[in-house]
Nanobody, 128 residues
């Protein structure tokens, strides 16, 4: 059974940093894309970032580009999201996700429909 477990959320002041982790078990996502999404109260779930198993391809939402960095440690089957320069508008529940299919370069993996496995989410709150 595939499980994704996020950790690292919390409360931080604007301008601060957090590092989210997503530990995968039950499957080794060596040829799959993994990504981060977030959902603020009253809003739809939105794409944050995605990365291939090799880490050579990464894609970011415009709203986080230059501030967030997505990475993977395949030896530990873990994905990370380093968030710097946090803003109050980054406040949301952050979810990690994984696609069960092999990477397809025709997609930018920004749609939640492309992911098959989801974690339970971790809350990130940025105070002004």
């Amino acid at each position: 059974q595939v499980q994704l477990v996020e950790s690292g959320g919390g409360l931080v002041q604007a301008g601060g940093s957090l590092r989210l982790s997503c530990a995968a078990s039950g499957h080794t996502f060596r040829r799959n894309v993994m990504g981060w999404f977030r959902q603020a109260p009253g809003k739809e779930r939105e794409f944050v970032a995605a990365v291939t198993w090799s880490g050579l391809w990464r894609y970011y939402a415009d709203s986080v580009k230059g501030r967030f960095t997505i990475s993977r440690d395949n030896a530990k089957n873990t994905m990370f999201l380093q968030m710097n320069g946090l803003k109050p508008e980054d406040t949301a529940v952050y979810y990690c996700a994984a696609d069960k299919d092999t990477y397809d370069s025709r997609s930018n993996y920004s749609s939640y429909h492309e992911y098959d496995y989801w974690g339970q989410g971790t809350q990130v709150t940025v105070s002004s």
